[in-house]
């Protein structure tokens, strides 16, 4: 399956258009992420620890977005748009949407 964020594949024509599709990622970052993360903001410099989380539950949804575009009967999802957010202090979410078609 194609997964892009633009809205056409060059070479590849959309036969047909099935629909929007999402996904959504809540991953929690727990105390040792947060302690580890504050001794970097202190001393500046980037946290590997949130930036691993955050690829984690990006991977994630995205691969649910391929699952669910699957079940749809779509061969391809274009316009991928990415979206993180914090819920509390201690959880991100990623959450993809896109549509779901048939080159």
Do not use: W
């Not at 959309?14 to 809540?26: F, K, L, M, P």
């Amino acid at each position: 399956m194609i997964l892009t964020t633009t809205p056409t594949i060059e070479g590849h024509p959309i036969r047909n258009y099935i629909g929007v599709v999402t996904s959504e990622t809540i991953i929690g970052a727990n105390v040792i992420k947060d302690f580890k993360a504050s001794i970097t903001d202190f001393f500046g410099g980037r946290s590997g620890t949130y930036e691993r989380t955050l690829r984690e539950a990006k991977d994630t949804s995205l691969a649910e977005l391929q699952q669910r575009a699957a079940a749809m009967g779509a061969n391809a999802v274009v316009g991928i748009d990415f979206d993180y957010e914090t819920i509390g202090n201690a959880m991100l979410m990623v959450s993809c949407s896109g549509t779901a078609v048939i080159l």
